[in-house]
C-alpha cells in the first residue's frame, strides 16, 4: 500500500436540501439516528445497502453497526458520486443527476482529535464499509492499510481500484457542522444557493466552486 498523505481530508456529499436542518441540528446524523428521530431528510443513497449497514458491525467496536456512524470518504468525486451523475441505478430513487450534491471537507487530523477529546467512537474501513468483509480499525497507524492510489484513482473501472477508492471514515452518531472546514460545489449557481443558506449560521465555512469534484 501507498503511504498515507500528511494531511489526510475527509468528505460527506449529500443533497443541498438536507443543508439547512444539518445547520438546524449543528451535526450531521447517523442514518441510526435519523431514523430513530424521524428527520427529514433527501436520500441520495441506494435503500438496501442503508439497510443492510444497520446491521452491520463495526468490529473495532463491539456493539455498533455501520450504519450507527456518519460515513465520509477520503476522497471527493467519489464512486457513489459518479453512480448518482448518472442517475439509472435500479436501487436509487434519486434522478436528479450530480448538481444538487454538495460536499462537506474536514480535515482528518482535527476530526479524530476532537474525537479522542470528546470520547467520540471513530473509525475507518479499507473498502466499501456496507460489504460485509469490510476491515474496521481505529487507530491512525494502521492508514497505511489504505489503499491510497486507488483512492486518488480517476479511473476505477477495475474491481480492486473501485474497492480502495471506496474506504471510509465513520463518526458515531453526531459529526458536528463546526468541523466542516470547507463546502465543494459543482458550478457559481450552486454556489450561490448554499451561500444563502449559511447566511445565518454559527459557523460558516468557505464555498467554493469545485468542477473537478465532479464529473
Not at 489526510?8 to 442514518?31: E, F, M, Q, R, W
Not at 436501487?91 to 474536514?106: D, F, K, N, S, W
Not at 487507530?139 to 473501472?157: Q, Y
Given at each position: ?16 436540501d ?16 435519523r431514523i ?5 431528510h ?61 460536499h462537506?471537507q ?34 491512525l ?33 453526531r ?19 448554499v ?21
Amino acid at each position: 500500500m501507498s503511504p498515507p498523505p500528511a494531511h489526510p481530508k475527509i468528505y460527506h456529499i449529500t443533497h443541498v436540501d438536507n443543508l439547512a436542518s444539518i445547520i438546524a441540528d449543528g451535526a450531521l446524523c447517523s442514518d441510526a439516528l435519523r431514523i430513530a428521530e424521524t428527520k427529514n431528510h433527501t436520500n441520495i443513497g441506494m435503500t438496501a445497502i442503508k439497510q443492510r449497514r444497520l446491521g452491520l458491525p463495526v468490529r473495532c467496536h463491539p456493539e455498533t453497526m455501520v450504519g450507527d456512524f456518519v460515513p465520509f470518504y477520503f476522497c471527493p468525486r467519489s464512486v457513489m458520486l459518479y453512480i448518482l451523475h448518472c442517475g439509472n441505478h435500479p436501487e436509487i430513487t434519486y434522478t436528479a443527476g450530480q448538481r444538487p450534491i454538495v460536499h462537506l471537507q474536514a480535515d482528518l487530523l482535527a476530526v479524530v482529535s476532537w474525537a479522542e477529546v470528546n470520547g467520540q467512537r471513530w473509525a475507518f474501513s479499507t473498502s466499501n464499509a456496507g460489504a460485509a468483509y469490510a476491515e474496521f480499525f481505529n487507530t491512525l497507524v494502521r492508514l497505511d492499510r489504505i489503499d491510497w492510489k486507488a483512492v486518488h484513482a480517476t479511473d476505477f473501472r477495475d474491481p480492486p481500484i473501485k474497492e480502495g477508492k471506496q474506504a471510509e471514515f465513520l463518526l458515531h452518531e453526531r459529526f458536528p457542522w463546526c468541523l466542516v472546514e470547507h463546502v465543494g460545489v459543482i458550478d457559481a449557481a450552486a454556489k450561490a444557493q448554499v451561500t444563502e443558506v449559511l447566511a445565518n449560521a454559527a459557523h460558516v465555512p468557505p464555498v467554493t466552486v469545485k468542477t473537478n469534484w465532479y464529473y
